[in-house]
């Protein structure tokens, strides 16, 4: 099993890259064609921060086998046995920390790895948990 993330929220990534990274590209383009090479600086930044979006929301996808679960990634990817595995939490580490994540937790209480909960969905997050066979634990409110 596949779980991929919403298609509203990779939709919605691509079009925060794109309208950053092209005015960045035109700007270091203009720079460029002036002679002076520290307009390679600002196409730079502008491909930094979208291989930081795309790493966090679009190119993440949840795995689901006959004896492990994992999240892969282009960067940094996590697996976990099924049979570790005790529940799935939702929770909101509140303003400071970030948006909702879903930890994947342990039976001995280690977190095996999270994934941001937004871009999957309640219900994407609820049908994993119930094909791992594990509840889904958080309220409402970190929604």
């Not at 309208?19 to 491909?47: C, D, E, K, R």
């Not at 595995?85 to 580490?93: E, G, K, S």
């Amino acid at each position: 099993m596949i779980v991929r993330p919403l298609r509203a929220t990779v939709i919605i990534s691509w079009g925060i890259i794109l309208a950053v990274i092209s005015p960045l590209l035109w700007m270091g383009t203009s720079i460029l064609l002036q002679g002076n090479l520290s307009g390679l600086i600002i196409p730079a930044s502008g491909l930094l921060f979208a291989a930081w979006i795309y790493n966090s929301v679009a190119g993440a996808y949840l795995w689901v086998d006959a004896e492990s679960v994992g999240v892969s990634r282009p960067w940094r990817s996590a697996s976990c046995l099924k049979s570790e595995l005790d529940y799935l939490l939702v929770d909101n580490p509140g303003f400071r920390r970030g948006r909702p994540r879903c930890s994947f937790v342990r039976k001995d209480g280690r977190v095996a790895f999270r994934v941001p909960a937004k871009p999957y969905g309640r219900a994407q997050l609820a049908t994993t948990a119930e094909y791992l066979k594990v509840p889904l634990t958080g309220s409402e409110w970190d929604w």
